[in-house]
Nanobody, 124 residues
Framework: QVQLVESGGGSVQVGESLRLSCAAS????????LAWFRQAPDQEREGVAT????????YYTDSAKGRFTISHDNAKNTMYLQMNRLKHEDTGRYYC?????????????????WGQGTRVTVSS
């Protein structure tokens, strides 16, 4: 069984930083696609960042570029999302996801392994 568990969510104010973690069990994150998705209330789930661990390729949605950083630690079998200069629009539930592929396009339907999500609330 593949299990992904997010942590690190919480409530912060605009301009502050937060780091999300996603621990994997029953699955090695080496040479695979890792991703972070976000779902705001009454909105569709959106791909925020992806990473192919085989080459280090990274993708960020426009709203995340320059502020967010996706990374991983193979020794800990954990992936991270560092979020800086947070905005109110970043509020939502964040999910980590993975798939055994080098195609790390940020589309929800391509990922079959998901965490339960962790809430991030950014207030003014």
């Amino acid at each position: 069984q593949v299990q992904l568990v997010e942590s690190g969510g919480g409530s912060v104010q605009v301009g502050e930083s937060l780091r999300l973690s996603c621990a994997a069990s029953g699955y090695s994150i080496g040479s695979t696609c890792l991703a972070w998705f976000r779902q705001a209330p009454d909105q569709e789930r959106e791909g925020v960042a992806t990473l192919y661990t085989g080459t280090g390729y990274k993708y960020y949605t426009d709203s995340a570029k320059g502020r967010f950083t996706i990374s991983h630690d193979n020794a800990k079998n954990t992936m991270y999302l560092q979020m800086n200069r947070l905005k109110h629009e970043d509020t939502g539930r964040y999910y980590c996801a993975a798939r055994l592929s080098r195609d790390c396009s940020p589309f929800e339907n391509k990922y079959t392994s998901w965490g339960q999500g962790t809430r991030v609330t950014v207030s003014s």
